[in-house]
């Protein structure tokens, strides 16, 4: 009986110990996995003057880091690149030889999701705080947007995500918005 109880009370410690080289080896990777595209990241942060946070945040949310993502109605890749957003940025970049097999590549995909995203910002530039109206749009789509800037929220930031009638583009918004500020902190 007595050896018996030992070897519950030796258990225990052994698997509490178990339990935590677990969750450090998972929390390791999940950090590495997501630092992993950071140099991608920060050059095409630089290109297209969008904060890398932002454009983490956006990898999050779009694909959770995954460069093989596919999307339900044709998104590709780590920041969920349509064919024809792909296109536009070809011809505003001169590039001739684009494939849509390319955006399965993590560099080219950032750099066309940023130039997007920078494009969208600009977009918005007019209001007190593009972020909201940039990503409503990089989620919903223009047409969207612009059903939602109806009077003061053509300018006003806080009106115009009163005015958002998805759901899940409010999130979208909202998860966005903290996980970049997330990003930014652990930036500093």
Same mark, same amino acid.
């Not at 030992?6 to 590495?32: C, Y």
């Not at 890749?77 to 390319?102: V, Y």
């Not at 989620?139 to 939602?148: C, D, P, S, Y």
């Given at each position: #009986?007595?050896?018996?109880?030992?070897? =519950?009370?030796?258990?225990?410690?052994?698997?509490?110990?178990? #339990?935590?080289?677990?969750?450090?080896?998972?929390?390791?990777?999940?950090?590495?996995?997501?630092? %992993?595209?950071? %140099?991608?990241?920060?050059?095409?942060?630089?290109?297209?003057?969008?904060?890398?946070?932002? !454009?983490?945040?956006?990898?999050?949310? &779009?694909? %959770?880091?995954?460069?093989?993502?596919?999307?339900?109605?044709?998104?590709?890749?780590? #920041?969920? !690149?349509? &064919?024809?957003?792909?296109? &536009?940025?070809?011809?505003?970049?001169?590039?001739?030889?684009?494939?849509?097999?390319?955006?399965? $590549?993590?560099?080219?995909?950032?750099?066309?999701?940023?130039? @997007?995203?920078?494009?969208?910002?600009? %977009? @918005?530039? *007019?209001?007190?705080?593009?972020?909201? @109206?940039?990503? +409503?749009?990089? $989620?919903?789509?223009? *047409?969207?947007?612009? =059903?939602?800037?109806?009077?003061?929220?053509?300018?006003? +930031? +806080?009106?115009?995500?009163? $005015?958002?009638? @998805?759901?899940?583009? =409010?999130?979208?918004?909202?998860?966005?918005?903290? =996980?970049?500020?997330?990003?930014?902190?652990?930036?500093?």
């Amino acid at each position: #009986m007595f050896k018996q109880s030992t070897h =519950r009370f030796l258990l225990i410690p052994a698997l509490i110990l178990f #339990m935590i080289i677990l969750a450090g080896a998972l929390i390791w990777q999940h950090n590495s996995q997501q630092a %992993r595209f950071d %140099r991608q990241i920060q050059l095409a942060a630089l290109q297209y003057n969008v904060k890398p946070s932002l !454009i983490k945040a956006v990898i999050w949310q &779009e694909s %959770r880091f995954k460069p093989s993502a596919l999307g339900s109605v044709g998104e590709v890749g780590l #920041m969920q !690149i349509r &064919e024809l957003t792909a296109q &536009e940025w070809c011809s505003d970049n001169k590039i001739k030889d684009f494939h849509p097999s390319h955006l399965f $590549n993590p560099q080219t995909n950032i750099y066309i999701g940023t130039w @997007y995203l920078g494009k969208m910002l600009n %977009r @918005y530039n *007019k209001t007190d705080n593009p972020l909201p @109206y940039a990503l +409503s749009d990089y $989620n919903a789509g223009r *047409k969207a947007v612009l =059903r939602w800037t109806s009077g003061s929220a053509l300018t006003n +930031s +806080s009106h115009f995500l009163n $005015n958002i009638t @998805y759901p899940s583009t =409010r999130r979208y918004v909202e998860s966005v918005t903290q =996980r970049s500020l997330h990003y930014e902190r652990k930036l500093q």
